[in-house]
């Protein structure tokens, strides 16, 4: 595999319209560096956040790539800028609606789309070179970690409510997990087997 053009990577961030992924109401904050609303309980992560979980992932040019959640799609389009193709799961059948107008829009034709329970990754399409999870887990989802391939890397925030841990997941030629802290963020819930459990009493 080519390895990531970090120079490429910036220039297309940074000429990524992010009002473009929101509601009318909230295209004036659009140039914030902070998360937004994007509606159902979800939000649009900050733009630093994007772009460092990018670079974390370091998708290449003949990635494919699984995406849980697509919310808004602004990480979507990144992502398939940056990779060979993205398989991405929303479980909100509407904000799926709207990100993919939004990426048909942009003249994307290399993304698959699936409304679905993300906490099951997308078996049929298995395995991924990368890995992108924009919910957090309580616990790192044996799913996908079964599905991300051989020397292939998972971005992941994993923890509590009120804080997480993000995790960079590796896996090496023999297959083994290799599982790094690189930082500390808060994401919405990954619903579903992985969401909070022991919080809610679920």
């Given at each position: 595999m080519k390895g990531m053009?970090?120079?490429?990577?910036?220039?297309?961030f940074h000429s990524l319209d992010r009002s473009f992924f929101v509601e009318d109401d909230m295209k004036k904050y659009a140039h914030l560096d902070g998360p937004l609303p994007i509606g159902f309980g979800q939000?649009?992560?900050?733009?630093?956040?994007?772009?460092?979980?990018?670079?974390?992932?370091?998708?290449?040019?003949?990635?494919?790539?699984l995406e849980i959640g697509t919310g808004s799609g602004f990480q979507t389009a990144i992502l398939a800028k940056m990779s060979g193709k993205v398989y991405t799961v929303e479980r909100i059948e509407k904000l799926m609606e709207k990100a993919k107008k939004r990426l048909e829009a942009l003249k994307f034709s290399n993304i698959y789309y699936k409304v679905g329970d993300g906490s099951m990754g997308w078996r049929e399409y298995a395995p991924f070179d990368r890995i992108m999870v924009t919910a957090a887990a309580s616990v790192l989802p044996d799913e996908l970690v079964n599905q991300l391939a051989v020397?292939?890397?998972?971005?992941?925030?994993?923890?509590?409510?009120?804080?997480?841990?993000?995790?960079?997941?590796?896996?090496?030629?023999?297959?083994?997990?290799?599982?790094?802290?690189?930082?500390?963020?808060?994401?919405v819930e990954f619903k579903g087997k992985y969401g909070w459990i022991r919080e809610s009493g679920e």
């Open positions: 053009d970090l120079q490429e990577l910036e220039t297309y939000t649009i992560s900050q733009p630093s956040l994007v772009l460092e979980m990018t670079r974390l992932l370091a998708p290449e040019k003949d990635s494919r790539v020397n292939g890397r998972m971005v992941i925030p994993i923890g509590p409510s009120s804080l997480q841990e993000l995790k960079l997941i590796t896996k090496t030629d023999d297959g083994d997990i290799d599982i790094k802290t690189v930082g500390m963020v808060r994401f």
